[in-house]
C-alpha cells in the first residue's frame, strides 16, 4: 500500500473528513515519527511495532559487478520490530 492509497482508504472510511484533511492527518504522522527517529528517539505504536534506529559500523564490502573490494562507511538505518498483537494477527489461520 502507497501513502496515497492509505489517505484514499481512510478518506472512504470517514467521509465526514476532506480528503486533503485525511492526507495532512497522516503526513503530520509520518513526519512526527522520521522527526523522532532523526532525534535518536524509539517509537512505539502499542499492539503494532516499534521504530528505532540502529548504528551499522563501517566495513569492507564488494562491488558485486566487479569484485573489488569498497569501503563501506558507517551509518545509521531504520529499524522496524513488529509488535506482538500484529505477529499473532499475521500469523492466525482462519
Known amino acids: 500500500m502507497t501513502k496515497s492509497e492509505l489517505i484514499l482508504r481512510?478518506?472512504?472510511?470517514?467521509p465526514h473528513l476532506f480528503q486533503r484533511d485525511v492526507e495532512r492527518l497522516v503526513s503530520t504522522v509520518f513526519d512526527e515519527i522520521s522527526s523522532a527517529l532523526e532525534s535518536g528517539d524509539?517509537?512505539?505504536?502499542?499492539?503494532f511495532g516499534a521504530f528505532?534506529?540502529?548504528?551499522?559500523?563501517?566495513?569492507?564490502?564488494?562491488?558485486?559487478r566487479t569484485?573489488?573490494?569498497?569501503?563501506?562507511?558507517?551509518k545509521f538505518?531504520?529499524?522496524?520490530?513488529?509488535?506482538k498483537q500484529l505477529r499473532d494477527r499475521l500469523n492466525t489461520s482462519d
Open 67 to 74: 569484485g573489488e573490494s569498497v569501503k563501506v562507511e558507517s
Open 42 to 47: 524509539r517509537v512505539e505504536l502499542r499492539g
Open 52 to 64: 528505532s534506529v540502529k548504528k551499522r559500523e563501517a566495513r569492507v564490502g564488494r562491488n558485486p
Open 77 to 83: 538505518v531504520p529499524f522496524f520490530k513488529t509488535g
Open 10 to 14: 481512510l478518506s472512504e472510511a470517514n
